[in-house]
């Protein structure tokens, strides 16, 4: 079993998810925020969503307020705020450290297998992983690459 498939996370609603859930399909992972600049790609991204879902992909939404404080919230008034402001339908987990000693394993990982930034780091919310259905790493996209961008990608992998 690929490495990713050995990980979990814990759900906005508290619930610890394994990563094997997702074995066989193409996975998309982003770190979030509500209060940012970006954060109209959540639209973007729930029609990706939703436009490829039956073929395969889900998305992996991890809040994290390591820049400029911008996902202030607790577990409750981030998924109200997805919900209501953006109609996310996609498993949204709580929230996580992307960068330095408290980096969540899913972040090591991913950073480990698709390097970005000077220091390895995630350089702003919104950077998303794309992983294969076979639990691959195979590209990395920048917080300003626009999820319908995307598309095309996805379109090849599912």
């Known amino acids: 079993m690929k490495p990713f498939y050995h990980l979990s996370a814990t759900s906005l609603q508290g619930k610890e ?3 094997d859930a997702y074995q066989g399909k193409t996975i998309l992972v982003v770190n ?3 209060k940012c600049g970006l954060t109209p790609q959540y639209e973007g991204l729930e029609k990706l ?3 490829f879902k039956d073929k395969g992909l889900v998305i992996l939404g991890f809040p994290c307020n390591q820049f400029a404080n911008q996902e202030p ?3 409750k008034s981030i998924s109200e705020g997805c ?3 953006y109609g996310v339908s996609f498993p949204m987990f709580s929230k996580v450290d992307v960068n330095g000693k408290n980096a969540h394993s899913i972040y090591q990982f991913l950073k480990k297998e698709l390097p970005g930034c000077p220091g390895n780091c995630i350089k702003w ?3 998303k992983f794309l992983i294969d259905a076979q639990g691959n790493p195979v590209k990395r996209f920048s917080p ?3 999820p319908a961008t995307i598309a095309r990608y996805l379109e090849k992998s599912l």
């Open 17 to 19: 998810i394994n990563m």
């Open 49 to 51: 969503y939703k436009d």
């Open 73 to 75: 919230g607790d577990a």
């Open 32 to 34: 979030t925020a509500s």
């Open 83 to 85: 919900l209501i402001n």
């Open 125 to 127: 919310n919104f950077t």
């Open 144 to 146: 300003l690459t626009k």
